[in-house]
């Protein structure tokens, strides 16, 4: 391999290549675009977009793209070459400064969630200059936002950008309160671990619930699962280590800091965790590896699976996004500090974080939630659907004694008084550190751990945000007002715990007492998709988002829409992958099988009518029991799939797919794993998990 700093941010257009190409002054005028949020002059545009195209053109590119993120939570890209023809029959080679800011997809292609109906169809991209240009696949890959012509934002970038602005401006109004006069900009930063399975690529084509649902959607129990706990941490194999030196190697030239990989809990289970960086960079770095382990896979002959849950009974796969807000000096504001007035600060964060967690609980179940992520929230799994957060016992103790007003350090026998105290910094433990809380702090960071494996963390990044940015802008209007601060924060502290520290849970989330305990609580448990997406529309959400614009009311029907719908066409291409899989493929293995047996236990009889043929008769008939059962239950989930009401509105659609078709194919899978469990190996139709799962040697 070659030097890792020679190859790392190779095809990135980062700043050192902006220093190195452009002029002075127009690079001066861009990071100024950058660091404020201003927009870009268009002579600018134009000289930084013919460095960037001589630049790309002299790494192999010949087109270049708008990079989007639509509401499909996968990215989009349209490519244009570069090549540009003349009159007198020769070409050149050119990139405009409008080009690079602005680009005209088709938004007619994409989810609007009725914006189209409302407004035209046409929408436009506009360069996020604060996440660098790129190449890849020999396309000049520009971050962009989209939007339709009316504003409405079309993608998750504009509302996460929109909360990032939100966030900046609230949390500086904090800290100039607390004297910090320097301080220009502040940004929630991000560090999303990935989780994802390897398997064998000519299994995967043997299964088309793999190659259209991403899951398999039948599957019996191999005798071999995670119980033996020896994939984790165990030594990598061959073909998976060779896969992650090639894929760290092209997320290394993209410039992104791919550090850690180790196997996971589950076998076939692996995960990456980049370095962390300012939210909106993670979010497009965590797409592109997202694509980039699904494309270096496959030249593995393995297949990358992402999806949240690719089989029943063993770990399903999230992204714990590791959340923290930092300065532009590089101040971690949620590290308790070296003095007391950093610490009172840290308090205060720590606050809106906690009453933002308490009042917003079901706006962060919502940016989780998706079919695929309904197999592990609340199912028996990693992480439950309650939202809660965990402090750990050091905070614990001082948070306690801030709300009793009681001593904090026992030893000394001094009240805990903010601004006052300087507090332990809080390390992290890590062998009893909770792993079993959805949201918890872990020295200076959160962890939220509720998301999918396959999900964009936009989604959950804009909510963060936006939910401390309300916090932070309520405690400024009263801080900002008060006659004595020091007390004022005082009292705002201890009001905001002893109101909402029912959000704190340390104990085992798993467990069903802290179900019944959460709901004592009055939390939410909003156990699948269906049941969370119309607390989105609640009307202190609505205002929530409109008064901050992070969303406005039309973008916010249009997103529930969207979301609705996404349910609604996941399970109807499950469902119809099972009826085809079970007709096509499970059935006539199943009555081949039973053919088979027949015919010996005739030859049997045949050969000496003394022979018995017990066994045969046994096992026939359990497999024809079971094989017309399936059959019956394969005809009401037909049946049942032919009633979906189209014309009924979405919600009412998305209930019945949850509530009869899904239902109906949990019971459809039981026979089938049932019978794969009979049925010899022979005439199986499929992989089994026992091949799928250890197949990567
Ligand atoms: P773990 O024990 O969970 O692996 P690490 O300290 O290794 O904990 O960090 C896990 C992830 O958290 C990494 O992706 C890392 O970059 C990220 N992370 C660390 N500090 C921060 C921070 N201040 N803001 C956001 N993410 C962070
Ligand atoms: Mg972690």
Redesign the pocket.
């Known amino acids: 391999m070659s030097n890792v700093s020679e190859i790392f941010g190779s095809l990135v257009f980062n700043e050192h290549v902006m220093k190195e190409r452009l002029p002075a002054e127009t690079y001066a005028a861009l990071k100024r675009t950058i660091e404020q949020g201003r927009s870009l002059d268009r002579s600018i545009a134009n000289v930084v977009a013919n460095a960037m195209k001589d630049w790309a053109i002299e790494k192999g590119a010949t087109h270049f793209t708008h990079w989007f993120q639509p509401m499909t939570g996968i990215t989009a890209e349209k490519h244009e070459g570069f090549l540009s023809p003349q009159k007198d029959g020769t070409a050149i080679m050119r990139f405009s400064g409008k080009e690079l800011i602005r680009g005209e997809p088709d938004a007619s292609s994409f989810p609007s969630g009725g914006l189209r109906a409302t407004f035209e169809a046409r929408g436009y991209t506009a360069w996020d200059a604060t996440s660098f240009a790129f190449i890849k696949d020999k396309t000049l890959c520009i971050p962009t936002a989209f939007c339709s012509y009316g504003g409405e934002a079309l993608d998750k970038k504009t509302p996460l950008l929109r909360s990032m602005e939100l966030l900046n401006k609230q949390a500086l109004r904090i800290l100039r309160l607390f004297g910090d006069t320097a301080t220009i900009r502040v940004n929630?930063?991000?560090?999303?671990?990935q989780e994802y399975f390897l398997v064998d690529r000519a299994l995967y084509e043997k299964r088309r619930d793999l190659i259209y649902c991403g899951r398999t959607l039948f599957g019996a129990k191999p005798p071999k699962g995670q119980e033996m706990d020896d994939h984790y941490f165990g030594s990598l194999k061959d073909r998976v280590s060779s896969f992650m030196h090639d894929l760290d190697e092209e997320l290394w030239k993209l410039g992104i800091f791919a550090?850690?990989e180790h196997n996971e809990v589950a076998p076939a289970q692996h995960e990456l965790?980049?370095?962390?960086t300012t939210t909106n960079i993670?979010t497009d770095h965590n797409q592109l590896t997202m694509e980039m382990m699904r494309k270096i896979a496959r030249r593995h002959g393995l297949v990358c699976l992402l999806h949240e849950k690719p089989f029943a009974g063993v770990n399903g796969s999230g992204k714990?996004n590791?959340?923290?807000i930092?300065t532009d000096k590089g101040v971690?504001l949620?590290?308790p500090g070296d003095s007391p007035r950093e610490n009172a600060q840290f308090l205060l964060f720590l606050a809106a974080v906690i009453k933002g967690v308490d009042e917003y609980q079901d706006l962060l179940r919502i940016s989780v939630a998706s079919a695929g992520n309904d197999h592990r929230l609340g199912a028996n799994e990693a992480p439950p659907a309650i939202v809660s957060m965990f402090v750990g016992d050091d905070l614990m103790e001082v948070l306690n004694a801030i709300e009793t007003g009681r001593d904090y350090d026992q030893k000394d026998k001094v009240e805990m008084r903010i601004g006052v105290h300087t507090l332990p910094r809080f390390t992290?433990d890590?062998t009893d550190?909770n792993r079993t809380s959805p949201f918890a702090f872990?020295g200076?960071?959160f962890?939220f751990r509720m998301v999918g494996s396959s999900q964009s963390i936009a989604d959950c990044n804009t909510m963060l945000n936006t939910i401390v940015a309300e916090e932070l802008s309520s405690f400024a209007d009263r801080l900002e007002g008060a006659e004595d601060f020091e007390s004022a924060l005082n009292d705002l502290i201890r009001e905001t715990i002893v109101s909402h520290k029912r959000i704190i849970f340390n104990g085992n989330n798993y467990s069903d007492e802290w179900v019944a305990e959460a709901e004592s609580r009055g939390l939410l448990n909003l156990k699948s998709t269906v049941e969370a997406l119309p607390y989105l529309l609640k009307e202190k959400n609505i205002a929530l988002f409109t008064k901050n614009k992070i969303f406005t009311e039309t973008e916010l029907h249009s997103r529930y829409e969207i979301l609705l719908e996404e349910y609604c066409k996941t399970i109807n291409i499950e469902a119809l992958t099972m009826l085809d899989m079970v007709k096509k493929d499970i059935l006539p293995a199943c009555l081949k099988y039973q053919k088979s047996i027949a015919e010996t236990a005739l030859e049997k009889k045949q050969l000496s009518s003394s022979l018995s043929c017990s066994v045969e008769e046994d096992l026939l008939s359990k497999i024809s029991g079971l094989v017309s059962c399936l059959y019956s239950k394969t005809g009401k989930l037909e049946s049942e799939l032919l009633n979906v009401k189209e014309e009924s509105d979405s919600k009412a659609q998305a209930d019945y797919y949850r509530n009869v078709i899904f239902a109906r194919m949990q019971e459809v899978r039981a026979i089938a794993d049932e019978l794969e469990v009979l049925v010899s190996k022979e005439f199986w139709p499929y992989p089994s998990y026992g091949e799928l799962l250890f197949s990567v040697q």
């Open positions: 929630t930063t991000v560090g999303p671990e550090k850690t965790a980049p370095i962390f993670a714990h590791n959340w923290s930092s971690n949620l590290e992290r890590t550190r872990t200076n960071k962890e």
